[in-house]
């Protein structure tokens, strides 16, 4: 068991040295101002691609704003595999905000509409749409007598008595209007039908 624990230890500094071969040396890590790339940079960051498979930096500006946007792993690699390769990607790659800002700028720009209050000012005219509206005048009159055709045009919907009619059991009996109604409820009923109340 003690040789176990010792054949251990041997081995750690081993498989240390082994897996820095795998990954190879490390790349020295340059920092990038928040621009474009030059002509120059791209050829750079092309040969050490070929190289590494990896950019000299974490990040990768934008070729419309400069905005940085880190590029490293997996991401890096569906990248270069989505445009074809790493100096496309340097060349064509466009950040989440400059495609927002080409998306918006294709739209067409909403217009807000604006409520205006509306206050009479005088009879007939309105602030916020000037327009003039034509208002008939309301003729107050005082309450005049129905004809007798007016009565019988009402009681061709409604009757005019429904407390009678209610309290006959729905018939018509002592209704001063019988003779004018033409409601099709209308009906009389037998002296003997009517209740007698005490």
């Known amino acids: 068991m ?55 930096g974490s990040k990768i500006p934008c070729s419309i704003t400069g905005k940085l946007t880190t590029c490293v792993g997996p ?30 700028a294709a739209k067409p720009p909403k217009t807000k509409r604006i409520k205006k209050k509306s206050v009479i000012l005088k009879e007939g005219t309105v602030t916020g749409e000037d327009k003039v509206w034509d208002i008939p005048k309301v003729q107050f009159l005082p309450p005049q007598p129905m004809t007798e055709a007016d009565l019988t045009e009402c009681t061709k919907s409604a ?15 002592g209704c001063k209007y019988y003779d004018l109604c033409v409601n099709r409820l209308k009906k009389l009923a037998k002296e003997s039908k009517i209740k007698k109340k005490k």
């Open 2 to 56: 003690i040789e176990q624990v010792k054949q251990k230890k041997k081995r750690g500094p081993r498989v240390k040295r082994e897996l820095q071969r795998k990954k190879g040396r490390k790349a020295t890590r340059i920092k990038l101002e928040a621009k474009p790339l030059t002509e120059e940079q791209i050829q750079f960051f092309v040969k050490f691609y070929n190289e590494n498979k990896s950019f000299p």
């Open 75 to 104: 991401w890096l690699q569906k990248k270069v595999k989505e445009f074809g390769s790493a100096e496309n990607l340097l060349r064509k790659y466009k950040c989440r905000t400059a495609l927002k800002a080409k998306r918006d």
């Open 159 to 173: 009757c005019l008595r429904p407390d009678i009619y209610l309290n006959n059991d729905g018939f018509c009996n």
